[in-house]
T-cell receptor, first 113, second 111 residues
């Protein structure tokens, strides 16, 4: 069974640009959660999607958005990039997002110049 | 509140046992998790424990849960150099798809 796949693995952007990251969950998993990992703030929850609906949201500005497609694949978008958005963005999937464990991808490393 | 605390560093000798500690604040947490992160990689699920359990053993890993003190620990028996990594504990927030993570404990295993 394939794991969680995130693309691209690495991305370099400049301030003011926007970026879209993609996540394909484990087959059969319907919940996808996104996290931002930085040395200063650690792992912080961005949002969770289940059945194409945002079900939970973290404390991030509106520049961070996401969506989920009918095949459970998810994308997150960051607009008007800032230097502080440089981070490892991790996607995790689980069957229904309730109590079963989340399985993580290897992340997308985003660098803002 | 949402807060998970871990010590930042642990150094052990190869063959010794490692114990990584974690405290959490949400008493309604039903599941608690341990993840491992190696350089350049995502998070690998190691093990998890349901809140009505005190202990769970999985090969070299033993998880102990003291629900009264909100204290969780991960013991790695016969620690190997390949166990060097950052270990995160996490609690599930409000039964949804949000995990609250500790800062991570960097485990260094010396030969």
């Amino acid at each position: 069974k394939a794991g969680v796949t995130q693309t691209p693995r690495y991305l370099i952007k400049t301030r003011g640009q926007q970026v879209t990251l993609s996540c394909s969950p484990i087959s059969g998993h319907r919940s996808v959660s996104w996290y931002q990992q930085t040395p200063g703030q650690g792992l912080q929850f961005l949002f969770e999607y289940f059945s194409e609906t945002q079900r939970n949201k973290g404390n991030f500005p509106g520049r961070f958005s996401g969506r989920q497609f009918s095949n459970s694949r998810s994308e997150m978008n960051v607009s008007t990039l800032e230097l502080g958005d440089s981070a490892l963005y991790l996607c995790a999937s689980s069957f229904q997002g309730n109590e079963e464990p989340q399985h993580f991808g290897d992340g997308t490393r985003l660098s803002i110049l | 509140g949402e807060d998970v605390e871990q010590s930042l560093f642990l150094s052990v000798r190869e063959g010794d046992s490692s114990v990584i500690n974690c405290t959490y604040t949400d008493s309604s947490s039903t599941y608690l998790y341990w993840y491992k992160q190696e350089p350049g990689a995502g998070l690998q699920l190691l093990t998890y424990i349901f809140s009505n359990m005190d202990m769970k053993q999985d090969q070299r890993l033993t998880v102990l849960l003291n629900k009264k003190d909100k204290h969780l620990s991960l013991r790695i028996a016969d620690t190997q150099t390949g166990d060097s990594a950052i270990y995160f504990c996490a609690e599930r927030y409000n039964q949804g798809g949000k995990l609250i993570f500790g800062q991570g404990t960097e485990l260094s295993v010396k030969p």
